[in-house]
């Protein structure tokens, strides 16, 4: 069997590892929303994790995996997202600095989440090269430690933490849908497809597979199924309507998925009874939410 | 001892008889309100009790109280609110029919709750004295059973329980913060004061306090603290754009309360460490929301 990045023991590690740092996520559930499906849903809120994302998970165990010595010069990532506020978070709590490499159209909310932690702002242009390449020059000048957004085992065995929390939460759960940035086509092809563009309005899902996550979603994911931006807008409606809750656009689409016909029709997925969905976070600006519900 | 419509016996009776019925709520807690605030916050979230908001508990326990013969004629009520969707669900719950007096001003998502749980809906004008009209009329041709939106006792003790359940989840906590419909006025004065307007946007608030409400309020409740529309606005603004939670205006006044000056300042209060605060619903147009933030 091929080793992961990140497996059921690194994942029980990091459980260990936060627990006391992070918050345990309550589960929602709303009989509409049953019958909307035609399923159980069980909606595990990690946009009330701390930082208002499951990223902290991650952040969080990277972190205080290092040791003293390494730690000590501080951390540096490049990340337009939640990631950004979750490592300023994370890095605030050991009490070491944080770098983040931030592209200038990033989300008003999610820059201002990495100023109220604290987290050491440096600009760069919004394609990705720019972003790296600053990003390699703050390495250099600081020797802090590149905690990458997502490829990376520490960060991957944090995040693994929801699944493990949400089974324990309830055990009857038979399915889970969780956000994924693209994964369809590579899943097709066989091997990592990179695209051009990422043109969606679910920001926190405009990133790429990498060598250490991409095993996992080849073998280990089931399906991956597309939504349409109109469709995670009414899933952010239906979450802030029959919910109460805020739920990005990015963290909206397991919930888009459900209700999605792709889903519904397939035979495939008709015993899926128990359904857990994971709200992957929920740093929106309110004016963009209610501006994308109008249109 | 004066004998209240509602005590810790009758709670506790209340308490298991919704138990299977309604949701025990999360609660919420975010270390930069903490700060904000200078105490340790405890959000107890009715806006996630079914129905979107803790109204559910008191007509859930009033409904559940009745005897068959006096359920199967249905039950009535006037209310603009939140009490309307909770007794509809409710009575949908327990199969008996709910006719609700609804006013013509009441905000579009409360009465859409009303449709969404075969609540039957008969208009009256925005005047009190105009539902309660309609509401008589209703009773002598149904000969259904009136469930007061906040003057009964079972609807009382069902409200009841969200401070039991919350100080089983949080025991430390030392201090209590509740939205209340006016009250300041009639304390001073010793008697029931009402007015001639009820003018704020917190419009879950705009009732008066009834005979059995009134001694509970009139000796238990220590201090009423008044927050202006404004203060209301900025706590539903925290409550989004940190804890990632709709909060209507009534139920965002706790939060307002704990940041207001008349808080702070008072010497009286300055030993309330552990406050629970009730975010006692989530019914707000999310287009209402957004306005209200630009003004």
Redesign the interface.
């Known amino acids: 069997m091929e080793k992961y990045a990140a497996d059921i023991f690194s994942i029980r590690e990091a459980q260990a590892r936060i627990k006391s740092l992070a918050?345990t996520t309550?589960v929602?559930?709303s009989?509409?929303l049953n019958d909307l499906s035609g399923r159980q849903l069980y909606f595990k809120?990690e946009?009330?994790q701390?930082g208002?994302s499951f990223k902290f998970r991650g952040a969080c165990n990277a972190v205080f995996s290092l040791d003293d010595k390494d730690a000590a010069k501080g951390v540096v990532t490049h990340s337009s997202g939640n990631h950004a506020g979750a490592l300023s978070f994370a890095a605030k709590l050991r009490g070491i600095p944080a770098y983040i490499v931030i592209s200038k159209n990033a989300p008003k909310?999610k820059v201002e989440n990495v100023m109220?932690y604290g987290g050491q702002i440096i600009w760069a242009e919004a394609s990705v090269q720019s972003r790296e390449e600053v990003a390699n020059k703050v390495l250099q000048e600081t020797g802090g430690i590149l905690i990458h957004p997502y490829n990376d085992g520490h960060v991957m065995s944090g995040q693994g933490t929801i699944s493990l929390e949400l089974l324990e939460q309830v055990p009857q759960i038979d399915t889970m849908i969780v956000p994924i940035s693209g994964g369809a086509q590579s899943k097709a092809a066989g091997r990592i497809i990179m695209l051009r563009e990422t043109n969606t309005i679910a920001d926190g899902l405009r990133g790429f597979l990498g060598d250490k996550t991409w095993p996992v979603v080849r073998d280990l994911v089931d399906d991956v199924i597309i939504v349409e931006d109109n469709e995670i807008i009414e899933a952010m409606?239906l979450a802030?309507?029959?919910?109460?809750?805020?739920?990005e656009p990015s963290g909206a689409i397991g919930l888009a998925a459900v209700l999605s016909d792709t889903f519904k029709k397939n035979p495939a997925w008709k015993d899926c009874r128990n359904i857990g969905i994971i709200f992957s976070g929920?740093?929106v600006d309110?004016?963009i939410?209610?501006d994308s519900?109008k249109t």
Chains 1, 2 share one sequence.
């Open positions: 918050h309550p929602l559930t009989e509409s809120c946009c009330f701390k208002g909310c109220r409606k802030f309507d029959i919910l109460k809750v805020a739920v929920g740093n309110l004016g939410l209610w519900f």
